[in-house]
């Protein structure tokens, strides 16, 4: 089993989106015992949020246009504070990309592991979505390769073909990939200067 290393939240800022509230006191009593430094606002975010380390959000009274991203695609780790676990509210939180959770009301406990829990969430999302977006992009190589392949089989077969898209990246000194790119940008093998084999 790996064992992951804690991080020290000493100095982090968190930003509290609930209505002046005890629910936000005690927030911000555990936060500072914590050793992150709090601030709270309603009903809208400031632009400094957007620097914040972490974000608290009321479940019960909040909405999209509260925020200053799209659903999902918060630049930090966000934590739902959910007083009414009702169906069409969670589903909201989880629409907003909630990382972790706090049922209301706030007591003496419970803040300090959802903030780990979100933030190993919110890292493990942006992962995830950076290895994604990194397959996509050999996906969309891998099928510029084969319509240059099929471009360069004009006359010959699809190995003969990269075999010399293969030559004419070594001549190219690129990566096939490369080389690919510019034979479908080309258009057309005719318009390839080619070597002879």
Do not use: C
């Not at 790996?2 to 629910?23: E, F, N, S």
């Amino acid at each position: 089993m790996r064992r992951l290393r804690v991080p020290d939240l000493g100095g982090a800022q968190a930003v509290i989106l609930h209505r002046p509230h005890p629910t936000v006191q005690a927030l911000v009593r555990q936060l500072s015992a914590i050793g992150l430094q709090a601030e709270s606002h309603w009903p809208d975010l400031p632009s400094s949020a957007l620097g914040a380390d972490f974000i608290f959000f009321d479940v019960d009274m909040g909405h999209d246009e509260q925020f200053p991203w799209k659903p999902g695609q918060a630049p930090m780790p966000m934590i739902a504070l959910i007083g009414s676990e009702t169906p069409g509210r969670v589903e909201w939180a989880l629409g907003m990309g909630a990382d972790a959770q706090i049922l209301k009301p706030v007591g003496d406990s419970g803040v300090y592991s959802a903030l780990l829990i979100a933030r190993a969430g919110f890292e493990a999302r942006k992962a995830l979505a950076s290895e994604i977006d990194g397959l996509r992009a050999r996906l969309a190589e891998r099928q510029t390769v084969i319509r240059a392949v099929t471009i360069l089989s004009v006359g010959q077969d699809d190995e003969a073909a990269y075999a010399e898209l293969r030559r004419l990246a070594m001549s190219w000194r690129v990566t096939i990939e490369e080389a690919a790119a510019r034979v479908v940008a080309n258009g057309e093998a005719g318009r390839v200067r080619r070597r002879p084999s």
